[in-house]
């Protein structure tokens, strides 16, 4: 059974940093391709960040792109999220997400394992 386990949200001020940790168990985390989404209240869950299986290709949402930096420990079956220079708009749910196959898609659709999810909440 797939697990996906999320840590590292919290409160911090605007133009503070993060990092968000997501550590993957019962399946083979070199295969699966890692992907951070996000849902703020009343809105759509959005794609924020995704990496290869290598970790060698990397893909952001414009919002993010320049702030966050996605990464990831085949070691440790463990994806990471730092995020810098948070704006209140950064604040939501953060996600870890995995499908296992080759592209690195930004669709929600295309990940069919989930975590449940972390707080982080940027105060101005």
């Known amino acids: 059974q797939v697990q996906l386990v999320e840590s590292g949200g919290g409160l911090v001020q605007a133009g503070g940093s993060l990092r968000l940790s997501c550590v993957v168990s019962?399946?083979?985390?070199?295969?699966?391709?890692m992907g951070w989404f996000r849902q703020a209240p009343g809105k759509e869950r959005e794609f924020v960040a995704a990496i290869a299986r290598s970790g060698g290709s990397t893909r952001y949402s414009d919002s993010v792109k320049g702030r966050f930096t996605i990464s990831r420990d085949n070691t440790k079956n463990t994806v990471y999220l730092q995020m810098n220079s948070l704006e209140p708009e950064d604040t939501a749910v953060y996600y870890c997400a995995a499908h296992w196959g080759y592209s690195v898609f930004s669709t929600i659709n295309q990940y069919g394992y989930w975590g449940q999810g972390t707080q982080v909440t940027v105060s101005s």
């Open positions: 019962g399946g083979t985390f070199s295969a699966a391709v």
